[in-house]
């Protein structure tokens, strides 16, 4: 028989194809995409923030505008007074969220205004005769005759409005009320 020369074998391996892309590490660029949705986050919730708190005092400022020109239309003094109290009321309810002022009466929430205010603690407003308004006109009718200076009072909660707040420690605001 005939034996047919043999071929050299070629010592050859296989295609092989390369590993998969791993997901990780992440390229930089995803990187970059992943702060940046971050800082877009965080700049949309600082900015909510911040146009919240100026809605408050945007509101609160046209609410007292359009009570001051309900007084020039009646100049009734009683529904002045009243108005005032209640704005007095639900601004420092917004102003401070976490604590208990709405159990506030009396010389108490006079003390609490003055406390809270930006003014000087020498310079009691709320607890003088003017402020002392504020303590009963929520609770006359309607057309009771109230005598005391409109403009001084209206000049007085627009300060308080107005000005920045001091916080009034928790602490501080609950032995005022247990007591």
Known sequence: MNQLPTQPTLNLRD????????????????WMIIASVILVIAVVFIAKNIYLKKQLNRDIKAELESIKKQYQLTK????????LSLLLRRASISYYPKTDIAGLIGN?????????????????????????????APYLPENAKLDFD?????????AWLYS????????????????
């Not at 000087?120 to 002392?132: C, L, P, R, V, Y």
């Not at 920045?164 to 007591?179: D, G, N």
């Open 76 to 83: 009734n003094k009683s529904s002045l007074a009243q108005s």
């Open 150 to 158: 409109a403009k001084k009072l209206i000049h007085l909660c627009e």
């Open 15 to 30: 295609i092989h194809l390369p590993d998969p892309i791993s997901w990780w590490p992440i390229a930089p660029g995803w």
């Open 164 to 179: 920045s707040h001091k916080k009034t420690p928790q602490a501080k605001l609950l032995r005022e009320t247990s007591s």
């Open 108 to 136: 108490k929430w006079l003390a609490y205004l003055d406390d809270t205010s930006n003014r000087s603690s020498a310079n009691k407003n709320f607890q003088s005769e003017i402020g002392k308004i504020l303590l009963s």
